[in-house]
T-cell receptor, first 106, second 114 residues
Framework: GIQVEQSPPDLILQEGANSTLRCNFS?????LQWFHQNPWGQLINLFY???GTKQNGRLSATTVATERYSLLYISSSQTTDSGVYFC????????FGAGTRLTVKP | DTEVTQTPKHLVMGMTNKKSLKCEQH?????MYWYKQKAKKPPELMFV???????INESVPSRFSPECPNSSLLNLHLHALQPEDSALYLC?????????????FGDGTRLSIL
């Protein structure tokens, strides 16, 4: 089956810093989503981005489908950005990467 | 607020109990999904329903029994669970299976097996 690799596995930032999270996948996909799972377990949909670039406030994402990777940018990080960020891809059914655990310190 | 509603939010049950998890959406989606998430792990697909019919069963033990009574409702019936089944159970829906549309997730049911 498809392999989904996220990097880095853990990231610690000072409030106000910027960061880039990466997702590599091993096969063509029809769907790619970025999620933020907060400490209460809620899985929040950040972007649906099978290709191209999107921006939403301090967050933006880019997927280069031909090269099988996606990037999530977080600018001016806040403590509320802490949690786990998952990339999920759907060649047939949804497969999640292992996630990047982000901690933003005040 | 999430558009996919899951109840209950928390459930504690013994290994001999029978309970059910409920998931509801009113977005007109015809694909609905159950995922299981263990602590510090990503969600893993359990079942997919497409047009109220079971489309995918990812080799889930029979002590988990899904049901889709109508296009808005998805249940997961639990019986004789084991302590290792303690996890966060997430429901999701999408416009259609394989539709190139995003999946929308509920807030989950946190299940503890005593």
């Amino acid at each position: 089956g498809i392999q989904v690799e996220q990097s880095p596995p853990d990231l610690i930032l000072q409030e106000g810093a910027n960061s880039t999270l990466r997702c590599n996948f091993s096969d063509s996909v029809n769907n790619l989503q970025w999620f933020h799972q907060n400490p209460w377990g809620q899985l929040i949909n950040l972007f649906y981005i099978p290709s191209g670039t999107k921006q939403n406030g301090r967050l933006s994402a880019t997927t280069v489908a031909t090269e099988r990777y996606s990037l999530l940018y977080i600018s001016s990080s806040q403590t509320t950005d802490s949690g786990v960020y998952f990339c999920a891809v759907e060649p047939n059914d949804m497969r999640f990467g292992a996630g990047t655990r982000l901690t933003v310190k005040p | 607020d999430t558009e996919v509603t899951q109840t209950p939010k928390h459930l504690v049950m013994g290994m001999t109990n029978k309970k059910s998890l409920k998931c509801e959406q009113h977005m007109g989606h015809r694909a609905m999904y159950w995922y299981k998430q263990k602590a510090k792990k990503p969600p893993e697909l359990m079942f997919v329903y497409s047009y109220e019919k079971l489309s995918i069963n990812e080799s889930v033990p029979s002590r988990f029994s899904p049901e889709c009574p109508n296009s808005s409702l998805l249940n997961l019936h639990l019986h004789a669970l084991q302590p290792e089944d303690s996890a966060l159970y997430l429901c999701a829906s999408s416009y259609r299976e394989y539709s190139n549309q995003p999946q929308h997730f509920g807030d989950g049911t946190r299940l503890s097996i005593l």
